[in-house]
């Protein structure tokens, strides 16, 4: 075949992948939100007080600092790494696999290293208005106990990666994308059983109202859960979680501890039903499947520069582009999130058809979490995964005006 000929192929082929991914992408966009839907203004200042809304903003713009330094920092470690990390290479009798994750694990440790200043001063604030409750000596523990498991995450994809190219040279991507979304869909499976959730006591009513609102939503039989965080943390939260038979709502005790009416309380667990009802944990996964094949891809075509991945000597640049890829996608990827999270308040509103529930639980957030609710764009771009609060209590505006009040 002809190099012309051969070229072709490879752009038919190449828009045949093309428009299949973005057919997919599509797909997974795709909401239940009625398309033509408009979000009427909010005025936040007449639902909270001047006070907790200052309270709100302040505490929120020195996070978002710290925020941006959690996204740079890492990235200024690690490609300061990648350009000398090949230093540390010497007479290993590891071999090139185990000299592989002896540089990645010092490149964790190192960035570990440059992290907990920041990550000191980041539990400063959140200690300073209530939402962290761990003191500095538990955070250094508990985040060396990170590491550790972070150590054990990157001698997995260390041993994926090289064991791989050193038996499909640079197209390794095309076998290692498969295993990391398999390794994508087991954590999902068994996180329930790993996050030591107990049952729910003391809340008769939400649990009976959880099987009527199953049951409407047409999701079966999910057990409702409890996570115990109060000690960590003052943060209200709840999660859908699992797949299949494993599938679980989690509540954590700190959004049961009488800060929220069963009303508010049974809103919450509409909004993670419609989670389920709607297969968002399937579509998170998708969407991880989307990205991580072209980014397998373009590691492997950055990483040829350093004699490809079943070099040693390409692991300090494999880690460096390993995060900085992932830091280049959150806008989009926090915007499908944002999507999926309003799909699933959609599903809230349309299962209670309680919109009172609905603004009061997200007045009650503004106070909770000090998180402001409406935070300027470029804060949604990097850090939004939910919708603002002024942007869910709208929708449930929205929803009052198209179902008559």
């Known amino acids: 075949m002809t190099a012309s000929p051969r070229r072709l192929l490879g ?11 973005l057919y997919a992408a599509h797909a997974l966009w795709r909401t239940s939100v009625p398309s033509n839907l408009k979000l009427p203004h909010v005025d936040v200042s007449s639902l909270v007080s ?3 809304l200052h309270r709100a903003q302040h505490f929120s713009f020195i996070l978002d600092l710290f925020g941006i330094g959690g996204l740079l920092l890492p ?7 990648a350009k000398w990390g090949h230093r540390f290479i010497g007479e290993s009798a590891a071999g090139p696999i185990g000299t592989g994750m002896l540089l990645a694990m010092l490149g964790l440790a190192i960035l570990w290293i440059a992290m907990l200043p920041s990550n000191i001063a980041e539990l400063w604030w959140l200690r300073r208005y209530g939402i962290e409750k761990a003191g500095y000596t538990d955070l250094i523990i508990s985040t060396w106990f990170v590491l550790g498991a972070e150590f054990l995450g990157i001698c997995l994809t260390i041993l994926i990666v090289m064991g791989f190219a050193r038996l499909l040279k640079d197209r390794w991507w095309l076998a290692g994308a498969p295993v990391f979304v398999g390794i994508m869909l087991l954590v999902t499976f068994v996180q329930p059983y790993m996050s030591g959730l107990v049952p729910l006591r003391g809340h008769t009513t939400l649990a009976q109202s959880e099987k009527r609102l199953a049951a409407k939503e047409g999701v079966g039989n999910i057990p409702l859960k409890v996570q115990n965080v109060a000690d960590q943390t003052s943060a209200p939260n709840a999660e859908a979680m699992g797949l299949g038979p494993s599938r679980r709502i989690a509540l954590w005790d700190t959004i049961l501890d009488g800060r929220f009416s069963e009303p508010q309380l049974e809103f919450v667990v509409a909004h993670e039903l419609g989670h389920q009802k709607h297969n968002d944990l399937w579509k998170g996964i998708g969407w991880y499947a989307l990205f991580a094949f072209p980014i397998a891809y373009l590691i492997a075509r950055i990483t040829r520069r350093r004699g490809g991945m079943a070099a040693p000597l390409a692991v300090p640049l494999f880690l460096f582009v390993w995060f900085a890829f992932p830091t280049a996608t959150l806008p989009i990827d926090n915007a499908f999130s944002r999507r999926l999270e309003a799909n699933a308040d959609w599903a809230a509103l349309q299962a209670t058809r309680d919109p009172k529930a609905g603004q009061a639980l997200f007045e009650n957030f503004v ?6 609710p409406n935070p300027p764009l470029w804060d949604q771009i990097l850090f939004g995964n939910h919708p603002t609060d002024e942007q869910r209590l709208a929708m449930v505006k929205a929803w009052q005006q198209r179902n008559g009040g």
Request: hydrophobic content about 55%.
């Open 11 to 21: 752009l038919l082929v190449f828009g045949v992948l093309a428009g299949g991914w």
């Open 50 to 52: 001047a006070s907790e």
């Open 75 to 81: 990235l200024l470690v690690l490609a300061l790494y």
């Open 367 to 372: 106070r909770t979490t000090n998180e402001d």
